[in-house]
């Protein structure tokens, strides 16, 4: 196992758990959190060894929530998001849950301290956003995604920037996906393949109750703008259930979950989904889905559990199972990681060509084991949370991860117990 070390960043909100964010950009990282007061923070440091800067940025008073916008309440899907543009100017957004858009720009490049809250992006469709992600595209321009309207209801938006104006502009003249009024998409991030290709995999949803889930659905883009299913049928914008490509038909009450859906890559460059549904038992399985170009989809059941993850209801649930990306390992094998709070966690090793389990191995972090444990002594049932860093261009690095201890997601509601500060802290291998 990797030696790490680790530094104090400071102090960190415990009472309840949201994703915080940590970025490198050159010599040079970037943290966003919510300090012990649930107020939005900013950190930098020189690399390696430099000490860290914090800057607390001002936001807007939201009449809704009763509170400003730099103060985030319980709800586990305000995560924070950053990113840097061409020019340097840091770029931030997250505490968003239906919630009139939050969104700051440095006036100085890579000045943490020159963050202002800035009142909008376009000025439409910005009232009632969430999901927040920046990511850029081939030519490193600077994009922004989220969903306009609420769960059971919204569309999927796209935005561009303009380094020259700093000025945003619809990357699309419509949205991506849409809901039509009666449900949402659930989508992960558009993600480039070796292919060339941006894929991008999403389940729609009748209603607020996570239980209402259905149609695993497909699409993929050499530009973002222009989409079209696996056999290369163009598609018509936006994309609606009954325009799009289906991959598994799964009902509402099928198993099908928004937190387990991921998109990866065989050896020969080919786009793998896996995803979470029931089987006809109704025990919860994992599933591996791969198109043949002709229009058909290749699927086969990884797991063989007898447990059922029986989640319904509204607000933040926790992760009872947990699939990665398939992992192309060479020689014609695919890996994928699991973890389950019935069965434990392991490693799949898969014949790509058959999608089939061979073997079973154990589960090994890069993180030690020793950093998975609780030891600040905020209260018994608080967890863990590790979150990696990325590159300003989005590039995967494994050197730098974000550590702190908080109780763990509660349905965005307050827990009974109080709790001080946790220690915010980045371990490094």
Not at 191 to 214: A, F, K, L
Request: proline content about 6%; some cysteine.
């Amino acid at each position: 196992m990797p030696c790490l070390t680790s530094v104090a960043v400071g102090s960190a909100c415990a009472d309840f758990t949201v994703l915080f964010c940590l970025m490198n950009h050159g010599n040079q990282q970037f943290a966003a959190w919510y300090d012990e007061n649930h107020r939005l923070t900013v950190g930098s440091r020189d690399l390696p060894n430099g000490a860290w800067a914090h800057f607390q940025p001002e936001g807007f008073w939201i009449a809704e929530r009763d509170r400003p916008s730099h103060i985030t309440d319980y709800d586990s899907h305000n995560y924070l998001t950053m990113a840097i543009d061409s020019d340097g100017f840091i770029h931030l957004a997250g505490n968003m849950h239906v919630d009139p858009i939050i969104y700051f720009r440095s006036h100085k490049p890579l000045d943490i301290t020159s963050l202002c809250c800035i009142p909008n992006m376009t000025g439409e469709r910005e009232n009632r956003t969430t999901y927040p992600v920046f990511f850029k595209d081939n030519q490193g321009q600077l994009l922004f995604r989220y969903r306009d309207g609420c769960s059971g209801n919204g569309d999927d938006i796209y935005n561009l920037y303009h380094p020259q104006t700093q000025q945003w502009t619809r990357l699309l003249d419509t949205p991506l996906l849409n809901g039509e009024g009666e449900r949402n998409g659930y989508a992960r991030p558009p993600i480039q393949g070796p292919d060339g290709y941006w894929h991008m995999v999403w389940m729609w949803r009748e209603s607020p109750h996570c239980e209402t889930n259905n149609n695993l659905s497909y699409a993929r883009s050499r530009d973002l703008i222009h989409w079209e299913k696996s056999d290369g049928t163009p598609l018509a914008l936006p994309v609606s259930r009954s325009r799009g490509e289906i991959v598994d038909d799964a009902d509402v009450g099928g198993g099908l979950i928004n937190m387990v859906q991921e998109v990866g890559f065989d050896n020969q460059g080919r786009a793998v989904l896996i995803f979470h549904r029931y089987d006809v038992h109704g025990h919860s399985q994992a599933y591996l889905a791969r198109p043949d170009g002709r229009g058909n989809w290749q699927k086969v059941q990884l797991s063989q559990w007898t447990f059922r993850w029986g989640f319904s209801g509204g607000g933040s649930i926790t992760p009872d199972v947990t699939l990665s990306a398939p992992r192309a390992v060479g020689n014609g094998l695919l890996e994928v990681e699991w973890t389950s709070l019935w069965a434990g966690k392991g490693v799949w090793v898969i014949d790509e060509q058959q999608l089939c389990v061979l073997a079973s191995k154990p589960f090994e972090s890069f993180i030690a084991q020793e950093s998975w444990q609780p030891r600040q002594q905020i209260h018994p049932n608080a967890e863990v949370q590790i979150v990696a860093a990325f590159n300003s261009d989005y590039s995967p690095q494994t050197r730098y991860w974000l550590r702190w201890e908080a109780l763990p997601i509660f349905r965005d509601v307050p827990h009974d117990v109080a709790t001080g500060a946790t220690l915010l802290e980045v371990i490094e291998l």
